[in-house]
T-cell receptor
């Protein structure tokens, strides 16, 4: 029974398109995150939400718009995709705040061509 | 701003030898320090963590040490095995109310059989 699941696992799309990635956690956690992992494997925070409220927006272009319909879901919509958006995007969740273990989804490999 | 430096970026050891990965953090308010292992194409998974009120923690072949004064923490893997080959990330997180993990840049560990 997957704790944090995100879909799709792979996403190949053309520049200029709009795409969404969905994330769901069944751990009962309050806090959810989006991280971007680039080709050098750096894991960089994009957003964090707590109980559906945006807590952190780490200077991400406003083409990226997260949405949390409830505390178990955090989706990521990206408008006008650019080549530089190609990366692996990880959703994660933690109990409350970041002073406990984060559980990661399996990642979405986004390739913009 | 907050920063976590991690060294080395790559590490090759012979099977059975020990491996040590070191991290330094900048935010003195950080009080939670997890270590994640990421196998190729997989999600990061927690292998061990330590809190600021503890100097050392051990779990079988893995240990973590923390020096709060110097703002250093290290991962020690003893009796390395080929399945330990992966990318390892350290991270730091602030006190309750913080909602992000700052990750180090990763260490690619290769255990040679």
């Amino acid at each position: 029974d997957t704790a944090v699941s995100q879909t799709p696992k792979y996403l190949v799309t053309q520049m200029g398109n709009d795409k969404s990635i969905k994330c769901e956690q069944n751990l009962g956690h309050d806090t959810m995150y989006w991280y971007k992992q680039d080709s050098k494997k750096f894991l960089k925070i994009m957003f964090s939400y707590n109980n559906k409220e945006l807590i952190i927006n780490e200077t991400v272009p406003n083409r990226f718009s997260p949405k949390s319909p409830d505390k178990a879901h955090l989706n990521l919509h990206i408008n006008s995709l650019e080549l530089g958006d190609s990366a692996v995007y990880f959703c994660a969740s933690s109990s409350t705040g970041s002073n406990t273990e984060a559980f990661f989804g399996q990642g979405t490999r986004l390739t913009v061509v | 701003g907050e920063n976590v430096e991690q060294h080395p970026s790559t590490l090759s050891v012979q099977e059975g030898d020990s491996a040590v990965i070191k991290c330094t953090y900048s935010d003195s308010a950080s009080n939670y320090f997890p270590w994640y292992k990421q196998e190729l194409g997989k999600r990061p998974q927690l292998i061990i963590d330590i809190r600021s009120n503890v100097g050392e923690k051990k779990d079988q072949r893995i240990a973590v040490t923390l020096n709060k004064t110097a703002k250093h923490f290290s991962l020690h893997i003893t009796e390395t095995q080929p399945e330990d080959s992966a990318v390892y990330f350290c991270a730091a997180s602030g006190s309750s109310g913080t909602y992000k993990y700052i990750f180090g840049t990763g260490t690619r560990l290769k255990v040679l059989a």
